[in-house]
């Protein structure tokens, strides 16, 4: 699985962006999903996942009521809505994808695909 992520730019505080992640391959709806983001310094911690269908999300206690992970299997891309974003959101953010196995999964290394980051900034 190939994931391309996209969406990211900078934005003022209060303001909302659209992460977007599309995958290659005809067998996405049988990868859970998840977020992941990086500021510089830090780890990388977990930002959302959600289900094979979609039908459950879960979410960083830092995000969570702000931000909204959907996906559309037909479209093969999942989808990170970020309203009410606060400068602490400013990182790198990671589409990835597992397969099969438990859910939820919220840790970086039980990830199996990783796209390539795309750039989130917040200013005050």
């Known amino acids: 699985v190939q994931l391309q992520a996209s969406g990211g730019g900078l934005v003022q505080a209060g303001g909302s962006l659209r992460l977007s992640c599309t995958a290659s391959?005809?067998?996405?709806?049988?990868?859970?999903m998840g977020w992941f983001r990086q500021a510089p310094g830090k780890e990388r911690e977990f930002v959302a996942t959600i289900s094979w269908s979609g039908g459950s999300t879960y979410y960083a206690d830092s995000v969570k009521g702000r931000f909204t992970a959907s996906r559309d299997n037909a479209k093969n891309t999942v989808y990170l809505q970020m309203n009410s974003l606060k400068p602490e959101d400013t990182a790198v953010y990671y589409c990835a994808a597992v397969g099969g196995g438990s859910y939820p999964r919220r840790s970086a290394n039980n990830y199996d695909y990783w796209g390539q980051g795309t750039q989130v900034t917040v200013s005050s």
């Open positions: 391959g005809r067998t996405f709806s049988s990868y859970a």
